[in-house]
């Protein structure tokens, strides 16, 4: 059993930024109009800093940014990624070909501070602010069956769809986002990201995932651990958080076993949406609502 839930004060607030979005994170209030938008008071607020092509370029606006309260602290992934792969297990080649769409994860729930870490990605936006992290600590507190939390992604009903049951102001169910996500650092700073069990048997849902084409990318990891260990994702019933869709992300095949492989992943999706199994790494739909055909699903509610 993972270690108690902290209270609500030990909870770290942490962010991520790349070439595309440190110029915009270094000038501008970004950081500190998210922080407020949850509403809760953290121990600490940290900046990561990944693949920048000239990172030395940046450490004075870095730096500004902890001088005008925006954060805490910043550091760069490529520093703390060593330990972070040590520590779950992992190592450089099991991040390829994708390396970028997990390490920055890694580093946040492997980070020595506090008993909890929120991260939330820069570019999501709150229309539906609140303090959902309290009432999601508290949860987790009573409810052991829970690992994760997180807002609603969708004002449409596609969390109720994905939802087994309802306690208080969350949805339990089965899923994981690397959006926006709330866990015991103890959870998932461990060796829980593989097996000697290929991930098309061991947890045929978490195939739904567009990169499963050719990657084993975090959030795909962690699915893959919560359904086989049966470790459940509040999502809150009224606050919300929107993503726009990513910029210049490629999903198309560059290999034919890449093009084979997404075939399988389509096949295997359509079969677990249409059937009825109860088994949550058999299923992608909740027992809450019925989801009746693959395309139903858009990308974001495919991968939350």
Not at 8 to 16: A, K, T
Not at 156 to 163: D, G, N, Y
């Amino acid at each position: 059993m993972p270690d108690p839930v902290g209270g609500g004060s030990d909870v770290e607030l942490v962010f991520n930024c790349f070439e595309r979005t440190i110029g915009t994170i270094t000038r501008s209030t970004v950081l500190e109009d998210l922080a407020l938008a949850h509403g809760h008071r953290f121990a600490r607020r940290t900046l990561l800093v990944n693949n920048v092509d000239e990172p030395e370029r940046w450490k004075r606006d870095l730096d500004r940014l902890v001088e005008r309260g925006m954060v805490d602290r910043w550091l760069f992934v490529a520093d703390a990624l060593p330990r972070a792969l040590a520590l779950t297990g992992l190592s450089p080649r099991h991040l390829r070909p994708r390396e970028h769409w997990s390490d920055f994860a890694l580093v946040a729930v492997t980070l020595p501070g506090p008993s909890m870490v929120c991260y939330c990605d820069p570019e999501i936006t709150m229309p539906v602010p609140g303090d959902w992290i309290t009432p999601a600590v508290e949860l987790m507190r009573h409810d052991h069956r829970v690992a994760v939390a997180n807002p609603r992604w969708t004002p449409t009903r596609a969390p109720e769809e994905k939802a087994d049951e309802r306690s208080g102001e969350f949805l339990l169910g089965y899923g994981f986002t690397d959006h926006i996500f709330l866990v015991r650092r103890s959870e998932l700073s461990r060796p829980v990201y593989r097996s000697l069990v290929p991930m098309a048997l061991r947890s045929p849902a978490s195939l739904r995932y567009p990169t499963a084409l050719d990657s084993g990318i975090f959030e795909m990891r962690v699915d893959a651990y919560m359904r086989t260990h049966r470790r459940l994702r509040a999502t809150h019933c009224t606050i919300q958080y929107d993503h726009a869709p990513p910029m210049g992300s490629n999903y198309q095949p560059r290999t034919m076993a890449h093009k084979l492989r997404r075939l399988r992943n389509h096949a295997v999706v359509k079969l677990l949406v249409e059937a009825r199994f109860s088994a949550p790494r058999l299923r992608v739909r909740g027992l809450m609502g019925e989801v009746t055909s693959p395309a139903m699903l858009s990308a974001e509610d495919r991968s939350a």
